[in-house]
């Protein structure tokens, strides 16, 4: 089953390829059809792009996708040098699944130096007087200037990863304090997690915890509990600091304890479930790649290793059986039924680009031991 997924979307890789040349896929705006728009390298998700076309490449070895990765690769580079809307923390999204990946597939030095810079480039959003990396917004900013959000989990690998590169131990310094206040912050006592968090920019003194994409303040965003899961279980790896173990397998065994019969979330834990209620299946396909992760870590022995390796199974089942695009070969996108900012109408039930990496790195995981790119291989 697996691969016959696979398969099926490295065609569709390929195909996108063909259609749409070097323009990336960006987020839908509510529309009808359910097909991505195409555009510049512009926002936070061109890298889960440029990662699927590594992944394709890794499991076919065809000239034609090496050629387009770099490709791809040197347009991240032009957007860095010309620094092109940047000025967020979602610089490890873009540049682990495009640089870093070609470093570790191809042992591009052009490629390390990308990453490295693009490591830079994340710091500028480290704020010292606070301790936490910005989310969003300018520094100083009235609302955003003190927020943090559980998503940046997932960019610290690319300051963990640079320390270890260049031997400069403040980017990882950074992730580390950032990851701690995470945990102590985002994450709650029942282990249901907070999208975002304010701080007092000036003395980093906690105030509050809130949400953006989720359905209220203190509701369980699905993708944010899920980019918990994964982040927390990536900087277990960095720093080999229990903690971020213990607080991956507890957000992981919530996030399955209250998945719906099919194993695929809705978009919000705590949103009323009716017959129009929408899915986030990007939350399910990030949550089954941050398991595996997860599971990465357990001893043979751990007794939630069943558990997990069961729920990881299920929910792709599900995914593949339900959700993915395949036998619709004219379809752009893997993963029926993402969801993006529903209550700003942003890609309420379409595909999620994001959604489909992880759909398939989890694939890769599965059927090839490839684990995407969020780390150098042993
Ligand atoms: N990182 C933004 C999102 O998950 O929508």
């Given amino acids: 089953m697996w691969t016959q997924a696979i398969e099926d979307a490295v065609a ?17 705006q509510g529309t009808a059809v359910k097909q991505y728009e195409w555009g510049d390298n512009t926002d936070w998700i061109e890298g889960f792009y440029a990662g699927m076309v590594w992944l394709s490449y890794e499991y076919t070895r065809e000239p ?34 495009s640089a870093l990946a070609g470093w570790i597939v191809e042992g591009s030095e052009d ?70 206040k995470s945990r102590r912050f985002l994450v709650r006592g029942d282990d249901s997690s907070y999208h975002t968090f304010y701080f007092e920019p000036e003395t980093g003194s906690a105030i509050r915890g809130g949400t953006h994409q989720g359905y209220q303040d203190g509701s369980t965003w699905t993708r944010g509990q899920a980019w918990g899961i994964y982040g927390f279980a990536l900087s277990y790896r960095y720093t ?22 099919d194993n695929v979330a809705y978009w919000d834990f705590d949103v009323e479930i009716g017959p129009d209620t929408y899915r986030d299946s990007s939350a399910s396909a990030i949550a089954a790649a941050g398991l595996l992760e997860l599971l990465e870590h357990l001893p043979e022995d751990d007794a939630d290793r069943a558990y997990f390796t069961e729920a990881v199974e299920r929910s792709m089942r ?61």
């Fill in 12 to 28: 569709k890789t390929k195909a996108n390829l063909t259609k749409f040349g070097d323009r990336f896929p960006h987020i839908t």
């Fill in 64 to 97: 034609e996708l090496l050629e387009a990765a770099n490709r791809q690769l040197a347009d991240f580079r032009r957007r860095l040098d010309e620094d092109v809307a940047l000025d967020h923390h979602d610089i490890g999204f873009l540049y682990c699944p």
């Fill in 111 to 180: 490629a390390r130096r990308l990453a490295l810079d693009a490591a830079d480039r994340l710091m500028r959003r480290w704020r010292p007087e606070g301790q936490y990396i910005q989310a969003w917004g300018p520094k100083g900013h009235p609302e955003n200037g003190g927020r943090i959000i559980i998503d940046c989990l997932m960019n610290l690998p690319l300051l963990y990863w640079a320390s270890a590169q260049t031997g400069d131990p403040s980017y990882a310094e950074a992730a580390r304090i950032h990851a701690d």
């Fill in 240 to 261: 080999g600091d229990a903690h971020y173990l213990e607080t991956s397998r507890r957000l992981a065994r919530y996030f399955v304890e209250h998945l719906p019969e």
């Fill in 318 to 378: 599900s995914l593949v059986e339900k959700y993915a695009t395949i036998g619709e070969p004219d379809a752009e996108g893997l993963l029926k039924h993402g969801s993006y900012y529903i209550r700003g109408n942003r890609g309420p039930d379409d595909y999620m680009i994001w959604g489909d990496y992880y759909y398939l790195e989890a694939l890769m995981r599965l059927e090839r031991k490839i684990p995407g790119y969020w780390y150098e291989r042993r």
